[in-house]
């Protein structure tokens, strides 16, 4: 009967024509896949029985030795979900010419004793072309050799019996018209006729072009053959189709790895496969084309395999497949040994290999699902109280795991009683299950409060402490094998019988004032102020005794605090707990958070500012030393693992003016890098200062009359000044002569420097009275206008001339010999003689800056 049900072919071009139900309620995840050579069935309920469907008339129950002989196999996950292989070779496929093969299965679901058990039918069609010369598939049950055809006969009377290169679609045809045809098993040259090999469970039929050869994995006539060091099962078989004095002869050969082809350690899954597969080659010359790997049938492209840190290497004697224990793509499954928890992980995967032997020129296409299970691996499930449980709360907080998901809680054995998962949470337990957030483990949690019956409960007055026990067994079951265990667990709790102390706290305008009150009784804690445990030197420094108390009293600037920001601003926070020396349980926590009293930010009156910039709680990763103002030059002058100080004058680092009436606003911004600013998520912060543009103060002093009137001696001398202007607001570059005239646009800062050249003395400072600036070299010509009178700034300039301090350095050695001020460039307004320092037309002028220094005039264009 197998021989003559029609065979279908496979195809590396995979194509669904559909997939069609009948006679079914709905069933999810159902899905049918054409992979290659294999057809690919998805069932996610459990199914009692699978049928082929043959002809639309035949229903022909897939037995376990009728799926094996004709080319199908089942896997199931511990979750009870189906996958369902096929061969396209399989005894009841639809064949069309070699090219087409079409399957229709029907799967019948568990009912109920009223009505009919549910069947659900679907139908896959594929197509596979072109085949090799030879195909081997490798499946979990077993191997299969299909073998292609030639149009040549031979004459029996020649006694030339040709192999694989024999008239195979001849011989096929010769059968259905009288050919005889005979199998010869090696190496123990056993001789069947077709009935007999059907019988003896393997399976052996012809298509248009091919002969398919089907056998158990260890059938009588298969043997092991050693090959590169791996146990390869070997079945090895000629087939004559004889007629007269014609006889055709069609070698077949299936070679499969076996479960001793994998190593194990606890982290890794090792395949070796033969790269030579001796049995199946006629020389030593050969070119491997392909190599796949997959799992369960279905291809994985490079990406999907470096996701799932699968690898493949190819050597000279072996492909090596290594797949870590626990990747996508396998599952854990529960077992049970001497009532002791262990998991074994399973995994399908799936080798593709092409090959073409050189001197024959017939290639071969080698296909491998093979199934791998780890050996048991022992899992003893712990009983464990989260970090979080508090005993004061006055309940038993357990977790019990992990396991896998296979594994159910049935009921709890508590010395009085056995309640179901149902009655525990009736009673207030509170029994949850729960995932991993990879959802492949789950533990099982459960709150008991004290005052529960179930809880033993003993008062110890001596020690001044009750004590609170819990015994209890946990009863579980693995699915779907209904196999049940159970794990015991005793745990213990114990209370002092005292009256919690208090910690209150308050803050003045520099430290934090934590104060624990105990109650008349004696400290029976510990204290953890911040981070770091109340020693006898930390308590030296910073604790005050009373006679039921004690008072801790840090500044806000201790490294013990932490700093927040809130709505902007920064405050500094202190977190205080009271620990059981015993158990290092909490008894009491207590935070305090006040916010700065001290300016984070100063302004003083010579146009400098400070900036402090300190690190918050929500920054951990933050390096204050890598903060900058806005200028990524300026770093901070002092910093450390929490703070940074920054020291700079207003008109640098990147700082900007406004005005808003009559005040000045200088802004800057400390923040990091724009690329650790993202990696940290930080912030930026603004510091700014104000100053009043016109205010008068009022100066009383007295005057005494001296003794000695001081006097200067009259002498004459010849003294060298020049002026130059700086390229920037630094004064370390200037223009040189070649440079002028220096064009720049309006309101742009230009930076002069007056410098005393020729004198070494000390004592004898520069005096800078009036500086102007017209527009050709007459100093006297106009229009002028003024930007120093008397060594002041101009009054009725509206941006007025910026003086700024000089300071010693490697260039200067006397300051008072220096002058610096800042003026802003202009242009005269049309035709005015006296601009009044406002731009009403814009034009390109030349203007020349004159100044006067002991009455001696200097101009610089």
Excluded at 301 to 309: G, H, K, P, V
């Amino acid at each position: 009967i197998i021989c003559q049900m029609p065979y279908r072919l496979f195809c590396l071009l995979m194509a669904a024509v559909g997939i069609q139900a009948q006679q079914t309620p709905s069933i999810n995840d159902l899905n049918a896949e054409c992979l290659g050579n294999v057809i690919r069935l998805s069932v996610a309920p459990l199914f009692e029985e699978v049928d082929a469907v043959f002809n639309d008339t035949q229903i022909i129950n897939l037995t376990p030795g009728l799926a094996t002989q004709c080319g199908f196999s089942f896997k199931f996950d511990p979750m009870g979900n189906a996958m369902f292989f096929a061969s396209l070779q399989n005894c009841f496929s639809q064949n069309m010419d070699d090219k087409m093969f079409s399957l229709v299965m029907q799967f019948r679901l568990p009912g109920n004793h009223t009505t009919e058990d549910p069947v659900y039918r679907v139908g896959k069609t594929c197509s596979y072309t072109p085949w090799t010369s030879r195909e081997i598939l490798c499946d979990r049950n077993y191997m299969e050799a299909s073998e292609q055809s030639m149009p040549q006969w031979t004459c029996l009377q020649s006694r030339l019996l040709y192999s694989r290169s024999g008239n195979f679609r001849r011989g096929a045809e010769a059968v259905a018209s009288g050919y005889k045809m005979t199998v010869v098993f090696s190496p123990s040259k056993n001789v069947m006729n077709v009935d007999e090999v059907q019988r003896k469970g393997y399976a052996i039929a012809n298509t248009p072009t091919r002969l398919v050869l089907r056998s158990p994995h260890n059938a009588e006539e298969t043997y092991l053959q050693n090959v590169a060091g791996v146990p390869m099962r070997v079945l090895s078989t000629s087939t004559f189709f004889e007629q007269k004095w014609l006889v055709t002869r069609v070698d077949a050969t299936a070679v499969c790895p076996t479960p001793e082809a994998v190593a194990f350690t606890p982290e890794v899954i090792t395949w070796y496969m033969p790269k030579h597969i001796d049995p199946l080659f006629s020389s030593d010359a050969f070119t491997m084309l392909e190599v796949y790997m997959g799992i369960d049938a279905k291809r994985l492209d490079t990406e999907e395999m470096a996701a799932r840190n699968y690898s493949v290497l190819v050597t000279e004697a072996h492909i090596i497949v290594e797949i870590p224990v626990g990747a996508v793509g396998g599952n854990f499954k529960s077992h049970i040994q001497d009532d002791q928890y262990f998991v074994t992980y399973t995994i399908e995967p799936m080798l593709e290999l092409l090959w073409i032997e050189e001197v024959a020129h017939e290639n071969t296409s080698y296909k491998v699902l093979f199934p791998i299970t780890t050996p048991p691996m022992a899992r003893p499930p712990q009983v464990h109280t989260p970090l979080d449980t508090v005993p004061e709360q006055a309940v038993f907080v357990l977790e019990l795991g992990t396991f896998n998901l296979d594994v159910e809680l049935l009921n709890i054995t508590f010395p009085t009683m056995v309640l179901t998962v149902a009655e525990c949470n009736a009673r207030g337990f509170n029994v949850q299950e729960q995932r991993s957030p990879d959802n492949t483990l789950k533990t099982f949690r459960m709150e008991v409060p004290f005052s529960d019956p179930v809880v033993f409960k003993e008062r110890r007055a001596e020690q001044g402490v009750t004590t609170f026990t819990l015994q209890l067994i946990y009863g579980l079951v693995i699915f779907p094998e209904y196999a049940p265990f159970s794990h015991s667990a005793v745990v213990d709790a114990v209370l002092l019988d005292i009256v919690p102390p208090s910690v209150t706290g308050n803050c003045d305008q520099e430290n934090f004032h934590i104060t624990v009150d105990y109650r008349n009784q004696e400290p029976f804690f510990v204290v953890l102020v911040g981070k770091r445990l109340l020693n006898h030197e930390f308590a030296q420094q910073y604790l005050t005794e009373g006679d039921t108390d004690f008072t801790i009293t840090l500044p806000f600037s201790s490294p013990d605090a932490v700093f927040e920001s809130v709505h902007s601003s920064v405050r500094s926070r202190l977190d205080v707990a009271l620990l059981n020396p015993y158990n290092n349980m909490t008894i009491k926590y207590f935070s305090l958070a006040c916010s700065f009293l001290k300016t984070l930010t100063e302004c003083f009156s010579n146009g400098t500012m400070t900036a402090l910039a300190v690190k918050v709680e929500s920054a951990p990763g933050l390096n204050p030393g890598q903060l900058t103002l806005s200028d990524p030059a300026c770093g901070p002058t002092y910093s450390d693992d929490r703070f940074a100080y920054f020291h700079f004058t207003v008109n640098s680092c990147g700082t900007t003016r406004k005005f808003i009436n009559n005040v000045m606003l200088y802004e800057n911004e400390i923040s990091l890098p724009d690329e650790l600013e993202v990696k940290l998520n930080a912030t930026t912060l603004k510091v700014s200062c104000y100053y009043v543009a016109n205010i008068t103060r009022t100066l009383a002093f007295l005057t005494r009359p001296r003794d000695n009137e001081p006097f200067a001696e009259t002498g004459t001398g010849r003294l060298m000044v020049r002026m130059r202007l700086a390229q920037d607001a630094s004064y370390n570059t200037f223009h040189q002569e070649e440079d002028y005239p220096v064009v720049t646009y309006l309101r742009q800062p230009l930076h002069f420097e007056v410098e005393l050249t020729t004198s070494s003395d000390p004592k004898v400072a520069l005096v800078l009275d009036h500086c102007w600036a017209t527009l050709n070299e007459d100093r006297d010509s106009r229009p002028r206008w003024n930007l120093i009178i008397n060594g002041c700034e101009n009054p009725e300039d509206p941006y007025r001339v910026v003086f700024h301090p000089v300071e010693a350095d490697a260039r200067v050695r006397f300051p008072p010999h220096v002058k610096r001020f800042e003026a802003y460039m202009f242009s005269f307004a049309g035709d005015a003689v006296e601009p009044s320092g406002q731009v009403t037309k814009f034009t390109q002028q030349s203007l020349f800056f004159n100044f006067v220094c002991g009455n001696h005039p200097f101009k610089k264009n």
